[in-house]
C-alpha cells in the first residue's frame, strides 16, 4: 500500500520516530516539585552513576536520538527504504528501552514515557513494514 507515491510503512516509520523525537522533550519523569525531560534523565542518571558499562553508553547514545530522526527523514526522502528501516528500528527500540526503564525506576513516570511507547512502537511497525514491503517486491 501507497500513500502518495510513498509506502505506508517508510510513512508510518518516520512518523514513528519524528514522535520519539517530540517525546524526548515531554517530561518524562517527576522529582520533587521537577519535571525532567529524557535527555535531563540520562543526564542525571549518568551523574549519579546509576548506569555505566554498555549500559551508560547506551543511555549516552540517547542523546543521538535527534540527528537518527533526520536521518530516517532524509533516507525516507531518498527512497532508501533499508536505511530507513534500520534507522527507524534504532530510534523505536531506544524510546520503548528507556520508557520502559523509566518507568520500571522508582521516578515517578510522566507523559513522555507514555508518548515514548507509542511513538517507538509506531517506528519499529513502521521498519517491520518497509522490510515486509522490500522483501515483498518483485
Known amino acids: 500500500m501507497t500513500h502518495g507515491g510513498r509506502p505506508f510503512g517508510a510513512i508510518s516509520a518516520v512518523a514513528g520516530t519524528l514522535g520519539v523525537l517530540g517525546a524526548s ?42 540527528l537518527l530522526v533526520v536521518c530516517a527523514g532524509l ?32 521516578l ?6 507514555s508518548v515514548a511507547f507509542a511513538a517507538g512502537a509506531t517506528a519499529l511497525v513502521g521498519a517491520g513494514r518497509l522490510a515486509w514491503e522490500r522483501r515483498s517486491r518483485p
Not at 75 to 103: D, K, M, N
Not at 108 to 113: F, R
Open 25 to 66: 522533550f515531554l517530561p518524562w519523569a517527576r522529582s520533587g516539585s521537577a519535571s525532567r525531560t529524557s535527555y535531563e534523565v540520562v543526564e542525571a542518571a549518568r551523574r549519579l552513576e546509576l548506569v555505566d558499562g554498555v549500559w551508560g553508553t547506551l543511555a549516552l547514545s540517547w542523546f543521538f536520538v535527534p
Open 75 to 106: 533516507s525516507a526522502t531518498l527512497r532508501r527504504p533499508v536505511a530507513t528501516a534500520t534507522l527507524s528500528a534504532v530510534v523505536g527500540s531506544a524510546a520503548v528501552g528507556l520508557a520502559a526503564a523509566v518507568e520500571a525506576s522508582p
Open 108 to 113: 515517578d513516570a510522566a507523559v513522555g514515557t
